[in-house]
């Protein structure tokens, strides 16, 4: 898919953070695009901003809910007769720090908005992408952390993106196996660290999963963060959202699977995990806690 003029576009998780960046950068690519986010407030304060940009509403949805994906794919293809472009991109994280002081809530409310969300979205959207025989683009939102090295300070959550990163690699063969005129992709949202309010996804989080006991620690913004690296002299280098945004779009014209900054980098990564254990060794990763 070269052009994205006149072209529809569903994002989750578009009324802030990575997905309002593609929210973004598809309309100014001239697509439709209906915002998908369980923020009510958020969500329509971001489609009145956005609405002078380009054609663009927005939609309540939560997607741990298949009768919510449902309904969004039946009301993108009752409005508009096709979605071209799907952007699974709602996630959450739960900062448990190491992994046995995590709880079962935890894990259940992570993998029910990144796992189970991905596939509502996929299961709601694909069977009619695929009916419609239009051209259509995939694209599940993972991270680095899990889906290629699993970083020591945040079990749950790296272990949904490794999960989330198997589900686009399955449904990319499996559309392109089946001779579909869908494809998928991955991205990897990269290039440095990311203002986005995933460190604050606890505003979110339903009461009957809250946590069974209280954090060691309260989850800082990323303004806290930044003001703590400061006062520590550590200098740490942020991406742009929307320039994240448009390399994505690029990725998706060149019909690429992996989405994001530094691939090359991403796949060195996963050689040396790769040969690491190829010689039955543990793959090394040292970090800090935040």
């Not at 986010?37 to 927005?58: H, K, N, Q």
């Not at 969004?72 to 709602?90: I, K, P, Q």
């Not at 209280?214 to 913004?221: C, V």
Request: aromatic fraction near 6%; glycine fraction near 10%; proline fraction near 4%.
């Amino acid at each position: 898919m070269k052009d994205f003029a006149g072209r529809i576009a569903v994002v989750t998780g578009g009324a802030s953070g990575v997905g309002r960046g593609l929210v973004e950068a598809l309309l100014d690519a001239g697509a439709r695009v209906v915002v998908a986010d369980i923020e009510e407030p958020a969500l329509d304060a971001s489609v009145r901003e956005l609405e002078a940009r380009g054609e663009v509403s927005g939609v309540v949805t939560d997607v741990t809910s298949f009768e919510a994906c449902d309904a969004l794919a039946r009301h993108v293809f009752d409005a508009y007769g096709a979605c071209h472009l799907l952007f699974s991109n709602a996630g959450v994280a739960a900062g448990s720090g190491r992994f046995w002081l995590s709880t079962p809530r935890d894990w259940e409310w992570v993998h029910a908005v990144n796992v189970r969300g991905t596939a509502h979205v996929i299961q709601a959207f694909v069977p009619r992408m695929i009916a419609s025989g239009e051209e259509g683009r995939v694209v599940i939102t993972s991270s680095g952390d899990g889906g290629i090295t699993p970083l020591p300070f945040a079990g749950v959550y790296a272990a949904s993106n490794a999960a989330r990163s198997a589900m686009a690699e399955m449904l990319a063969n499996q559309l392109l196996n089946d001779g579909t005129r869908l494809r998928a992709s991955v991205f990897y949202p990269s290039g440095g660290m990311l203002r986005t309010g995933l460190n604050e996804a606890e505003r979110n989080r339903p009461p009957e999963l809250e946590r069974e006991r209280p954090r060691e620690s309260p989850p800082l913004s990323w303004g806290e963060l930044e003001r703590r690296w400061k006062a520590e002299g550590r200098d740490v280098q942020f991406q742009d959202l929307y320039e994240l945004a448009q390399q994505v779009l690029e990725g998706i014209r060149q019909d690429r699977f992996v989405l994001g900054f530094d691939v090359e980098r991403m796949g060195e990564q996963m050689m040396e995990r790769a040969r690491a254990i190829g010689r039955g060794e543990l793959p090394r990763v040292e970090m800090d806690l935040m």
